[in-house]
């Protein structure tokens, strides 16, 4: 087993060790004693960063620390050359470190500019720095110069530019007036990331005189200040108005720079712009926009979210910063301004790079002599950065050849190493942005092995709990660490120990079995070395019984009771608490060894109350709560579930039995009725508890009988009348040990499913039920017919077995026996079975029919012979269908396996018939029997297709219908009957009629008019009348002769029209009396004196016409109306005259008194007098009036 060991020695000194050709590392902590003699290659541990800005007021301090056994010495260059330290005396470095001291004063700093890099050194190898470039910090002064006022129309957009000089390190820019205030910055008014002040759009309030830019350079904490820049925002009307008459009343400013405008970008220009950023910088995107009124920025990226957790927004929104950006972050981002003017967006592609960055940084290797390692460096980037290797300062390919050492591009892969050919390596891996530059050393040791672990360790434990024992072990090869048991000469390995890494071993869950004394070895190929450990298990602390809820009144005493239960051998301490502070300070409380009392309970003393037990190892703690009351009646009992068991504890422990005992909890004032034992199968199904048993309710203690090969743990739940308490907490665990399974897998079950073949199957048996490891299964079969000898297979982690090659359906005996490490089960009872099926190879035979109606037949055949069947017989099929081209479905009825005979029910009459046999069995069904035919013989035929009536009259009328679908023989005639129905729907005589089979309608005469008659109508055959269909209809006259008239008056329709057109009479007389009533307006009964004319006469009542209206009993003519004696009425000065609603003038009445006047809305003027109409009085007129 070849090893690598790996070591990083940090102030501490800590030794990595590597197993294997897996570069894993294990630090263990090394005792300074025993690194005397223990060789080391150099180790920078501190080192000045790369670009090193030094303060040019102070000495430059360039920083190079390491580490070696010997110690290493160092030296330096400088931009590429040996730097003689020794020649310049302004020059020194720190003893026992290589840290350069310059001392500039009295010198120029630029002197001393430039790349150093540092190599510490010793025996075994040389490290080396990075190229730490040191430059002094500047802090120019700004260059002088005049500032012309700046003035500027309001409302248009302004930007002052700073531009300070270039410092090292770059300013910070500020903007400040004269007071030194920084000036207000918001949304319109904001300073750029370059240091410029933008101002999107500008007020008469932004006009000052000290617009001063700062720029702070940090290393020399200098200040410089800009030239003040004065601006002046003029208003445009005052502007206009003073300047008219100067220029003609022309305005000197337009008015539209300082209008409303939409939006548009200062900084960047265009639509589109791009960045470039590394990857873990910070990307820093402005978008700065001018226009009125101010807009408002916004940004999102066009492929994806912004990061949620790296993104900021400054500026007013002007600036979107992601911190530590990933190659993720690449792509489009849009920024837009918006204002109520519209909007305008600009995109800018961010591409990312990335300096070289390390996955895998090189690990320091410590190998033994003829041992293997591989030193890799494995470094990313964009580009994909360049790698290049050194050896102790020096390029590869100029270094010494090694023929134990290959180079390939980012590692160098150690073989056969041999002492003295330890090193530093350095790799260095750079890209257009940058570089890394990293050490690592190879140590070939050969050291024996050492335990660092102090002996005689005592480690102490609670049951139940794990326990880690340590053996820390330093050796070179690695030394394989084994672990002891006193009295053991097994190692320590398996389901209960686990051995870590460093050497440690765990006990997961440490019983009382499990003290005494642990022995660790380390060997290695130099030598043996071994250490002691003790282990105490020591039993948990529980409390048995816990405080209970107490309520009491003022003035009374209360008692919380905290029995507990320990390990003999750890002191104990208890401690009360109140609501988790310390009890109060008062003589009423008193605390004994397990139990507290309050006397003279008051207000104050309500609270929650804690016992808690202390040992050195573990605590347990209960707690419950004091409630104070008014005196009051006794409270209702209160019935809950009871509280889970405690203190559960195995004794008696056996191969197959143990016997548990547990402390009942509070039965919460409904006894204890039973409890149930359950137990987990921590070995094989962890997490999932069983019930194994129950007890009663009186009892606390039960005989378990246990499986073997099953690490048990139990739990404990109490059940009363309300319910089921909580499980109680686990108790200790037991393993039993494995043996022979006690029984084999059931439902075992044989049957092929090929022909060929037969499937072996069972239900397997549960890891409770295997008893040991390694659970398989011996499969047993033989064929029964004949002396035929038992054929097994043994097989695992299955539940069925298929045996090829068999015979067709014959009968088998199998068994199915559990096989583990340990034994066998107790020999299995033989179950049988067949082989797999195939199709039936015969028809039955002596297949005849019986044809008993025109409706039913009856099969009848031979059984099959059994050897033709190959399977189990499942009974016949009849097959039989219609010889009907418009049918084509075949029917298929199923008997028994017993039956030799079967009907075949539903039959059509007159039809003929094909039918065949099959037998079946379970695989499918064999070839039919040759089809035969029979014929059924005539029936009754269905009922005629139709029946409608047609050609009614006065006493006549056809009944026409369509011959039977289901003839079901030849047709000899119809049969037609017929009887009239009253107005009680009771039927009357019945007549029949006799009909020709080829006949399809009929003519019935001498029928009573305005009758209803119910018909019906059959076909007939030789076996007799089928089913008759049936219609109804009624006698309807098509003409009036004066011995048939019929009552119109009784008419419903007649009534309706009458009713109609009477309510329409009344909706025109309404509107007539209504209008009538509007000539109060004129003077109608003066006009009607002043112009008496002597025509007018009363209302006859003989000429039907309509005069003169009265609404007095004396009947006086109604003012204004006028009726001349032909029966006409004349228009006169006055409108109001019923004769304005009529076409004619003259108003016709029926007999029965009802107005059938033709009316219009509006009467024609120049209509001459006496215009009448010429149609006869007819409710269909007076209707059509209306349309």
Not at 46 to 74: L, T
Not at 528 to 534: L, R
Not at 1087 to 1097: S, V
Request: net charge negative.
């Amino acid at each position: 087993m070849e090893s690598i060991l790996q070591c990083v020695l940090h102030v501490s000194v800590t030794i990595l060790l590597l197993l294997g050709h897996m570069i894993t590392a294990l630090e263990v902590p090394l005792d300074p004693k025993l690194l005397e003699g223990l060789p080391q290659p150099p180790t920078i541990t501190h080192q000045s960063p790369k670009d090193y800005i030094v303060d040019p007021r102070e000495s430059i301090v360039v920083h190079c620390e390491a580490k070696g056994k010997p110690h290493p010495s160092f030296s330096w260059t400088r931009n590429g050359t040996h730097f003689d330290i020794d020649k310049d005396p302004k020059v020194t470095m720190k003893p026992g470190a290589g840290t350069l001291v310059i001392d500039i004063s009295g010198e120029k700093p630029e002197a001393y500019e430039g790349v150093y890099q540092c190599t510490a050194r010793n025996e075994h190898g040389a490290a080396v720095s990075n190229n730490i470039v040191v430059r002094q910090s500047r802090s120019p002064l700004w260059a002088k110069e005049r500032i012309e006022p700046i003035v500027v129309q309001e409302g248009v957009s302004l930007v002052l530019q700073c531009r300070p000089p270039a410092g090292l390190p770059p300013p910070i820019i500020f903007w400040m007036d004269n007071n030194f205030l920084r000036l207000i910055q918001n949304s319109r008014v904001s300073q750029a990331l370059n240091g410029d002040l933008y101002f999107s759009n500008v007020r008469t309030e932004d006009t000052r005189s000290d617009y001063i830019c700062y720029a702070r350079f940090p290393h020399t904490q200098t200040i410089q200040q800009k030239q003040p820049i004065t601006v002046r925002v003029l208003n445009v009307d005052a502007i206009n108005e003073t300047m008219a008459a100067f220029l003609n009343d022309t305005d000197f400013f337009s008015d539209s720079p300082s209008g409303e405008r939409r939006p548009t970008f200062l900084v960047p220009s265009g639509a589109s712009s791009s960045a470039m950023v590394l990857r873990g910088d910070v990307l820093q995107l402005e978008c700065i926009a001018e226009g009125l009124p101010t807009p408002e920025i916004s940004w999102r990226k066009d492929s994806g979210d912004l990061p949620m957790n790296r993104t900021t927004l400054h500026n007013f929104q002007k600036t979107l910063m992601i911190s530590d950006v990933t190659e993720a972050d690449a792509g489009d981002y849009r920024c837009m301004a918006s204002n109520s003017q519209g909007a305008v967006y600009h995109i800018i592609t961010v591409t990312v790079k990335a300096a070289p960055y390390w996955i895998s940084t090189p690990k320091n290797l410590i190998l033994a002599p003829k041992e293997t390692g591989v030193l890799s460096c494995l470094p990313s980037g964009n580009p994909k950065p360049i790698i290049s290797w050194s050896m102790n300062g020096i390029p590869i390919e100029n270094s010494p050849r090694d023929p134990s050492r290959k180079v390939e591009e980012d590692s160098i892969i150690f073989s056969d190493v041999q002492p003295g050919s330890s090193a530093v390596y350095q790799c260095n891996t750079s890209n257009e942005f940058g570089y890394l530059l990293a050490n690592a050393f190879v140590n070939v040791l050969a050291e024996p092995p050492r335990v660092l672990t102090r002996p005689n360790e005592v480690y102490q434990v609670i049951a139940n709990g794990p326990a880690l024992l340590d053996c820390a072990t330093f050796g070179s090869p690695i030394p394989k660490i084994t672990w002891f048991k006193e009295g053991q000469n097994s190692v320590l390995d398996g389901d209960d120990y686990e051995q870590h890494n460093n050497g440690s071993l765990e006990i997961h869950t440490a019983q009382k079995a499990d003290s005494g004394k642990y022995t660790c070895v380390a060997i290695n190929s130099l030598g043996k070395k071994e250490n002691h450990v003790y282990l105490e298990v020591k039993e948990p602390t529980r409390i048995l019984k816990q405080p209970e809820y107490k309520v009491v009144q003022r003035k009374g005493n209360v008692l919380f009771e905290c029995k507990v239960k320990h390990d003999p051998s750890l002191i104990p301490t208890m401690t009360w608490l109140k609501n988790d502070g310390e009890l109060p300070d008062d003589e009423r409380f008193v605390v004994d060894m397990d139990s507290l009392t309050i006397y003279n309970v008051t207000e104050g003393d309500e609270g929650t109350y804690t016992c808690i037990m202390n040992t050195t190892l573990d605590q347990d703690s209960a707690s419950a709560r004091l409630t104070l009351v008014e005196a009051t009646p006794t409270p209702a009992i209160i019935y809950d579930q009871p509280d889970p068991p405690t203190d559960l504890e195995m004794t008696e422990l056996r191969a197959r039995s143990v016997q548990l005992t547990w402390v009942p909890g509070s039965d919460n004032n409904s006894p204890i009725q039973r409890f149930i034992i359950q137990y987990e199968d921590v070995l094989h199904q962890q997490g999932v508890w069983h019930n194994l048993t129950e007890v009663p309710g009186t009892k606390t203690t039960a005989h378990l009988a246990l499986s073997p090969y099953v690490l048990y743990a139990f739990r404990v739940l109490a059940v009363n009348e309300v319910g089921f308490s909580q499980p109680s907490y686990p108790s200790a665990r037991y393993q039993t040990e494995p043996a022979a399974p006690e029984e084999n897998p059931s439902e075992v079950d044989a049957a092929g499913n090929e022909h060929d073949n037969l499937v072996i199957s069972w239900k397997a048996l549960t890891s409770l039920q295997s008893s040991g490891p390694g659970l398989q299964y011996k499969v047993s079969w033989r064929q029964t017919d004949g002396d035929r000898d038992w054929e097994s297979v043994t097989v695992a982690n299955v539940s069925k077995y298929v045996v090829l090659g068999t015979p067709t359906y014959v009968p088998f005996e199998v068994k199915v026996q559990a096989v583990n490490d340990y034994g066998s089960a107790p020999e299995p009872t033989a179950v049988r079975g067949f082989s797999g099926e195939d199709l039936p190879m015969a028809p039955p035979e002596a297949v005849q029919v019986l044809v008993e109606n025109s409706t039913l037949a009856e099969v009848q055949w031979d059984p099959i012979n059994p050897q033709m069947v190959r399977g189990w017989l499942m009974g016949y099929k009849v097959y039989y269908w219609k010889e009907d081209p418009q049918i084509e479905e075949q029917k298929v009825l199923t008997f028994g396996r017993n039956k030799t005979q079967g009907k075949l029910p539903g039959l059509q009459p007159y039809s003929q018939y094909t039918f065949n046999v099959r037998a079946f069995n379970e695989k499918g069904e064999g070839p039919s029997s040759p089809n035969q035919q029979f014929n059924t013989p005539e029936g009754v035929p269905g009922p005629p297709a139709s029946l409608r009536i047609t050609n009614p009259s006065l006493d006549s009328l056809t009944v026409e219908w369509g011959p039977p679908v289901e003839l079901n023989g030849q047709l000899t005639g119809y049969t037609l009957r017929y009887q009239p129905i009253n107005s009680t729907n009771e039927l009357g005589p019945l007549e029949e009629v006799t009909l020709p089979a080829n006949t399809t309608s009929c003519t019935l005469h001498s029928l009573k008019y305005s009758t209803r008659y119910k018909f019906y109508l059959n076909a007939n055959t030789v076996k007799g009348a089928g089913p008759a269909v049936t219609e109804e209809t009624v006698i309807i006259m098509d003409e009036v002769i004066p011995s048939q008239q019929v009552d119109i008056a009784t008419q419903g329709w007649f009534i309706g029209l009458m009713c109609a057109i009477a309510l329409l009479i009344l909706v025109l007389l309404i509107a007539c009396f209504i209008k009538r009533n509007k000539g109060g307006k004129y003077p109608v009964k003066e006009k009607e004196d002043a112009h008496a004319d002597p025509e007018i006469q009363p209302m006859k009542d003989d000429d039907g016409t309509f005069g003169e209206y009265s609404d007095t009993e004396d009947h006086k003519p109604l003012k204004g109306s006028r009726t001349p004696s032909n029966g006409t009425v004349k228009k006169d000065d006055s409108d109001d005259s019923l004769v304005d609603y009529g076409e004619g003038g003259e108003g016709q009445f029926n007999e029965d008194g009802s107005f059938i006047g033709q009316y219009s809305g509006k009467k024609e003027r120049d209509t001459a007098e006496g215009n009448e109409s010429s149609e006869a009085p007819s409710p269909v007129n007076a209707m059509n009036s209306f349309v």
